[in-house]
């Protein structure tokens, strides 16, 4: 399987891969037992993909 970090990490980002590949676990990730950190990432990769700093943070 491969990871939302290890597509972001590569030399050339695909960043709608990036967007696609949270949707399924977002899904099924229970909001109130996950941590909000978790939720924000896995949804701000349109936010990483603008901004460099963010992205590397």
Do not use: F, G, N, Q
Request: aromatic share 4%; proline share 5%.
């Amino acid at each position: 399987m491969v990871t939302i970090l290890a597509v972001e990490e590569r030399e050339a980002t695909d960043w709608v891969e990036v967007e696609l590949l949270p949707i399924e676990l977002l899904r099924e990730l229970p909001i109130d037992a996950t941590p909000e950190a978790v939720h924000r990432y896995l949804d701000d990769a349109d936010i990483r993909s603008r901004k460099s700093a963010c992205a590397a943070h």
